[in-house]
């Protein structure tokens, strides 16, 4: 088989494709011929060493793949061989071959390609389980999301359309702004060229001592926006710690929730779907059944070979990218 290898943290450019042997699935496994591979945020971190986890050198990067059942390992019952699946991993995604674990594969809908199947399960369920499990975000409330153009944020800006709030987008661009009116954005705000601080007083009604502002704040970027994008929450706010896609992680002082009344919720959707795998599909089939109905889209705007992994990831990390980008084997 064909995959993508890091043998030494480092940069996109240090990654290479080589030929491995075919991978054989163990018990309760299965081996996956990957079809699109989603690229994520958070494997520009894992080949630098940078992530939460930090896999054994060397090895393929990837969590995120839709692709055909192709073999069975002992004790696999759920799914047979050619079965169209969608499969979250640690790693080994950018590869023509995978091995996943059964019982966490995603029986892929009829209504999306692989490339669609690939680019949903990440970004879509961080986003549902931030808004909805975690902020408990309400029809006619209001939702700003930083970063709004980009695969988390973009599925954030359409979630929070569906559910009815009034969707604030933030992004640096007017050509990214273009796309999250498109997608469901009430308000846009451009923080290359516009104070966020005043833009939202200007959009939620008024000074800031009268404690209006965003209910609801979104934000995978962090950096030099999220001070600012917390000293405007409204009373009673719910802050998602989502990532840090500016690479810097900020610290809040924390007078600011206490004069707000206002609280600081962490994301991790990986950690949530492995504790808690029922809840996790229910949230999964809610999208489906919106995208069925023509409420939620998924846009994939990049497709690359895998000898061309480095050029997506340097792509997502200088912020060239909007919506989901995808590997295609």
């Not at 943290?9 to 494709?17: A, E, M, N, Q, R």
């Not at 069975?72 to 996943?100: C, M, P, Q, W």
């Not at 919106?290 to 480095?310: C, H, P």
Request: aromatic letters at 6%; charged letters at 20%.
């Amino acid at each position: 088989m064909q995959a993508v290898v890091c043998r030494a943290w480092g940069t996109p450019d240090t990654l290479s494709v080589e030929t491995q042997p075919l991978p054989q699935p163990g018990k309760g496994e299965v081996r996956l011929r990957v079809r699109a591979a989603g690229v994520n945020f958070p494997d520009t971190l894992i080949i630098q060493g940078k992530y939460q986890f930090r896999p054994e050198l060397p090895f393929t990067p990837g969590s995120e793949v839709a692709g055909e059942v192709d073999a069975l390992g002992e004790g696999v019952s759920n799914v047979k061989e050619g079965d169209r699946v969608i499969a979250f991993l640690n790693v080994g995604g950018y590869a023509t071959h995978a091995v996943a674990a059964a019982a966490q594969l995603i029986p892929m809908p009829p209504e999306l390609d692989f490339e669609q199947a690939a680019a949903f399960v990440l970004a879509s369920g961080t986003s549902y389980h931030a808004l909805v499990d975690r902020a408990g975000l309400k029809a006619g409330e209001t939702l700003l999301v930083l970063g709004a153009a980009g695969g988390v944020g973009l599925s954030a800006v359409q979630i929070g359309h569906t559910l009815g709030a009034r969707v604030i987008a933030a992004a640096s661009s007017a050509a990214k702004l273009d796309i999250c009116r498109q997608h469901g954005a009430d308000e846009t705000i451009n923080y290359t060229t516009e104070d966020l601080r005043e833009r939202l007083k200007a959009l939620t009604g008024g000074p800031l001592s009268t404690y209006g502002g965003p209910d609801v704040i979104y934000d995978p970027v962090g950096g030099e926006y999220a001070e600012p994008a917390f000293r405007s929450i409204a009373w009673g706010g719910r802050y998602l710690v989502v990532g840090f896609a500016a690479g810097d992680i900020p610290k809040l002082p924390l007078n600011l929730p206490l004069l707000k009344g206002a609280s600081l919720m962490g994301v991790f959707w990986g950690e949530f779907a492995r504790r808690d795998p029922r809840a996790n599909a229910r949230n999964l089939g809610t999208m489906l059944s919106w995208m069925k109905e023509g409420r939620m889209s998924l846009r994939v705007s990049g497709r690359y070979r895998l000898d061309e992994a480095g050029q997506a990831l340097r792509d997502l990390e200088e912020r060239k990218v909007t919506g989901k980008i995808v590997i295609v084997p």
